[in-house]
């Protein structure tokens, strides 16, 4: 008997679509389109929303607090989206998740604003001057947004009445650099001093006490993610092309390389372990042959 060992054919690769849990840092990203992942009564306010991927959960017991769920929104596409009236706010569950004055942090944010007044969206920290906020402000009477910390109106970045995908990084250091990404554009920064703290430990969405001028009232938020540290170019874009295509907003990304295509990524075949077995093929010759 003869006994040959061929290997199995070459399982090859798989490209899957690429998530957020695929990027370094990432904290938790919150999308509207699982409606397992949030909690909402019967008038669509929202109490509880869990991360899609991360750890992070955000809460409001308070009623005046919530946000409103709409299944479609006219304004972005008849898309589900979470509405912010004025004093709306969620709070971060675990505090530790963002201290007091946290720099060096990276978030995206899909959403709409659609009233003319200061607007701080994402990860504010009580009131007064000192806080990092990560977002920006919708300036006053101009209809425009300045993606700048501390109170800082001096770049406007967009119109605050489009939908828009805005990716703002804050780095770290004594006079941390804020870069401000729209649409997939190129960066805006700007650099800043060392903030001071006012007391408040935990972080959220929404309204804030600054001034008690700063709200969300009128933005229209269907997901955000947030990441530890300042992301690469590569890995912002991945960020970008991510947010905007589970959420059928690729329309809006006017740069970068995924305004086309989702970002995939490439992983080894489950099948790939074959590669390292063999088949036993068995032929049996005449006896005289095999001798």
Known sequence: ?????APYPDAGA??????????????????????????IDSNNKLSQWRAKQGNTVLNQ??????????????????????????GNRMDFADPSVFP???????????????VQKQNVL?????????PWRLTGYGNTGTNTWAALPQGDHSSTNSALNTTSIMVHTLGTGSAPVSTHYLNGGAGQTKAFGSATS????????????????????GVILEG?????????????????????????QQGLLTGGPYMTSRPTVTAANDNIAFLRRSVQRKI????????
């Open 122 to 130: 994402l990860l504010s920290w009580g009131s007064g001057a000192g």
């Open 198 to 217: 006012n007391g408040a430990t935990a972080a959220a969405i929404g309204y804030t006490s600054f001034y008690d001028v700063l709200d969300a009232e």
């Open 1 to 5: 008997m003869l006994v040959i060992r």
């Open 224 to 248: 955000f993610a947030v990441f530890a540290g300042e992301l690469s170019t590569a890995n912002r874009q991945d960020a970008e092309g991510i947010i905007a295509w589970e959420h059928g």
């Open 284 to 291: 049996y010759l005449p006896s005289r042959l095999a001798a």
């Open 14 to 39: 798989t490209s899957r679509n690429k998530t957020m849990g695929d990027i370094p840092g990432l904290i938790g990203y919150h999308t509207v389109l699982d409606p397992a992942l949030y909690t």
């Open 100 to 114: 007091q004055n946290t720099t060096g942090h990276t978030v995206v944010l899909l959403y709409r604003g659609t």
């Open 61 to 86: 017991a308070s009623a005046s607090r919530q946000m409103t769920y709409s299944p479609s929104v006219a304004s972005i596409g008849d898309k589900p989206a979470f509405l912010f009236a004025s």
